[in-house]
């Protein structure tokens, strides 16, 4: 049984796949996915050499993630040849772990937790029986998120304003865990979630 999990930056996601995990469901982790595809000796590094330069290897062998970043921030084309190259095998590796966690147990929840899941119409992609969306309002995502990473209060617009609103992924949400209350209230929503598919109490 397969389903996503999504939200916005600063909206807790990373707390409720924990959660999720700690319940008896397996993560698919589309973050950790995308640090394993480049790492050295895979197809994707040499890809990125090929197209980017040696400048974006650092000394031991692995992706220089920095320099890459600098390169492809704010530059459409470098962007779009990066996503070319990661983003097939990503997908594919995915599918490929849902894939495996279905058939070894059929009744397991499975959940792909992927940040840009609409921004990238993965969505439509997967058979998801269900969308999770972690939702806190902007203003509350605002303030986690300066503190959290120190930022001034433009950097942290700049940053939730380059994702989809937050209000329009809980519009498309199946489900939405609103997790600006307490970790209590949270942990309440994501209870009630797993028993009303697993059928556990």
Request: net charge negative; hydrophobic share 40%.
């Given at each position: 049984?397969?389903?996503?999990?999504?939200?916005?930056?600063?909206?807790?996601?990373?707390?409720?796949?924990?959660?999720?995990?700690?319940?008896?469901?397996?993560?698919?982790?589309?973050?950790?996915?995308?640090?394993?595809?480049?790492?050295?000796?895979?197809?994707?590094?040499?890809?990125?050499?090929?197209?980017?330069?040696?400048?974006?290897?650092?000394?031991?062998?692995?992706?220089?993630?920095?320099?890459?970043?600098?390169?492809?921030?704010?530059?459409?084309?470098?962007?779009?040849?990066?996503?070319?190259?990661?983003?097939?095998?990503?997908?594919?590796?995915?599918?490929?772990?849902?894939?495996?966690?279905?058939?070894?147990?059929?009744?397991?929840?499975?959940?792909?937790?992927?940040?840009?899941?609409?921004?990238?119409?993965?969505?439509?992609?997967?058979?998801?029986?269900?969308?999770?969306?972690?939702?806190?309002?902007?203003?509350?995502?605002?303030?986690?998120?300066?503190?959290?990473?120190?930022?001034?209060?433009?950097?942290?617009?700049?940053?939730?304003?380059?994702?989809?609103?937050?209000?329009?992924?809980?519009?498309?949400a199946d489900v939405v865990i609103d997790n600006s209350g307490s970790l209590a209230e949270t942990e309440r929503q994501v209870e009630a979630y797993?028993?009303?598919?697993?059928?556990?109490?």
């Amino acid at each position: 049984m397969n389903v996503g999990l999504t939200g916005g930056i600063a909206c807790g996601k990373s707390r409720v796949s924990r959660m999720l995990e700690a319940r008896g469901a397996a993560i698919v982790d589309a973050d950790r996915i995308a640090r394993e595809v480049v790492l050295p000796g895979r197809p994707a590094l040499l890809d990125i050499r090929e197209t980017f330069g040696e400048d974006v290897i650092a000394p031991d062998g692995t992706l220089d993630r920095k320099r890459l970043g600098s390169i492809v921030f704010g530059d459409e084309s470098a962007r779009r040849k990066l996503e070319a190259i990661t983003h097939p095998r990503i997908r594919a590796e995915m599918a490929r772990q849902m894939s495996e966690w279905n058939e070894k147990e059929p009744d397991r929840l499975v959940v792909a937790d992927i940040p840009l899941l609409y921004e990238s119409g993965l969505d439509k992609l997967y058979a998801f029986e269900d969308v999770l969306v972690v939702y806190v309002p902007r203003e509350v995502q605002l303030e986690r998120l300066m503190a959290r990473d120190g930022m001034s209060r433009e950097d942290a617009e700049r940053r939730i304003d380059a994702q989809m609103p937050i209000e329009e992924k809980r519009k498309r949400a199946d489900v939405v865990i609103d997790n600006s209350g307490s970790l209590a209230e949270t942990e309440r929503q994501v209870e009630a979630y797993v028993a009303g598919k697993t059928g556990s109490t």
